[in-house]
């Protein structure tokens, strides 16, 4: 279970997941709102969906977890059950600064699940287990 976002960026995410499945481009009154609710990242975030830089790891169990390559080809590990993401811009905006609702790893995947397009890859349990701990990036 994913933890739930306002509801205003929720219906947008719907908003969009509905357009992109029946025209597979998003309109530019979807582009103002996303800004508008998510500010200057969504932009950022729209750049790594382009990029394909979103993968999904799923294990047998049904665990799930998004690895995103960032701008500086780092890999941060995110998680939407919890909205987290260990990047610093996560930590000192939406953490300490309580400036944003997420970073544009975390909301790259949302706007990646929403139009469909994020590849899923099958892990094991176990390295699904090593994941979670935070002890290696597969």
Known sequence: MRAVLPAAAE???QDIHKTYQE????PD???IALRFVFGPCAVQALDLVEQHSITC?????GRKAFQVSGGSGRRYTCFTSCHYCPCPAFAYTVLRRNQGLLCKHILAVYLSEAMGVTPVHGVSDQQMSTLLGGTSSL
């Open 11 to 13: 219906q947008l995410l």
């Open 23 to 26: 025209t597979s481009q998003i």
């Open 29 to 31: 009154d979807l582009l």
């Open 57 to 61: 790891l799923s294990s047998p169990s």
